[in-house]
Structures are given as C-alpha cells and as structure tokens.
C-alpha cells in the first residue's frame, strides 16, 4: 500500500470520526454500499474520481483534505493573510502616490 493511500485512509477516518459519521451513514451519503466505505477504509478498494469528491462532500471538506490534513484551512489562512497584506499595500500606494 502506497504512502498516499495510507495517508487517504488515515485522513477519512479522521474526518469521518470527527464528523462524528458512521461508516453506513457516509456510505448513504455517497450512495455507495456500507461495505465499499468498509473495504475503502481496510485499503482493499481504491476509489474512483467521483467517489473521493462524494466523500469529501458528504464530510464537508475539500477533496485535497483526504490526502493532506487540512490542507484547506492552511491554503484559506495563506489567501487570507496575502489579501490583508495587499489590501494595505494598495491602500498605501493609493494614498501616497495617486493623490500627491
């Protein structure tokens, strides 16, 4: 089993406990059987494309958040922090050499 799937594995089950979600709960919200949560879960099935998106909605996440923790909330502070930081820059800019 590759590094990445394990860290899959790892990730789903840590956000579905976090979620406080029953395999067969995530498994209805996927449309998908129990068992294929189950199996996904052992590391005896992969899932498909659309499955892995299914599965971070019906968990509420990004799809990015199943292969690196919280990599969501990390890109969210980062976009956050740059646009706080321009938006001074350009109120700087604006105020000192726009109207001078």
Same mark, same amino acid.
């Given at each position: 089993?590759?590094?990445?799937?394990?860290?899959?594995?790892?990730?789903?089950?840590?956000?579905?406990?976090?979620?406080?979600?029953?395999?067969?709960?995530?498994?209805?919200?996927?449309?998908?059987?129990?068992?294929?949560?189950?199996?996904?879960?052992?590391?005896?099935?992969?899932?498909?494309?659309?499955?892995?998106?299914?599965?971070?909605?019906?968990?509420?996440?990004?799809?990015?958040? $199943?292969?690196?923790?919280?990599? @969501? %909330?990390?890109? /969210?502070? !980062?976009?956050?922090?740059?646009?706080?930081? $321009?938006?001074?820059?350009?109120? @700087? %800019?604006?105020? /000192?050499? !726009?109207?001078?």
């Amino acid at each position: 089993m590759s590094v990445s799937f394990s860290d899959f594995i790892m990730n789903l089950k840590y956000y579905r406990a976090k979620k406080n979600v029953s395999q067969a709960q995530l498994a209805e919200e996927c449309d998908c059987s129990n068992g294929m949560i189950g199996a996904i879960e052992a590391g005896r099935a992969k899932p498909s494309f659309d499955m892995i998106l299914s599965i971070a909605n019906a968990l509420q996440i990004h799809p990015a958040d $199943l292969f690196l923790r919280d990599t @969501s %909330v990390s890109r /969210n502070e !980062l976009k956050n922090q740059i646009q706080e930081k $321009l938006i001074d820059d350009i109120k @700087s %800019v604006l105020e /000192n050499n !726009l109207f001078d």
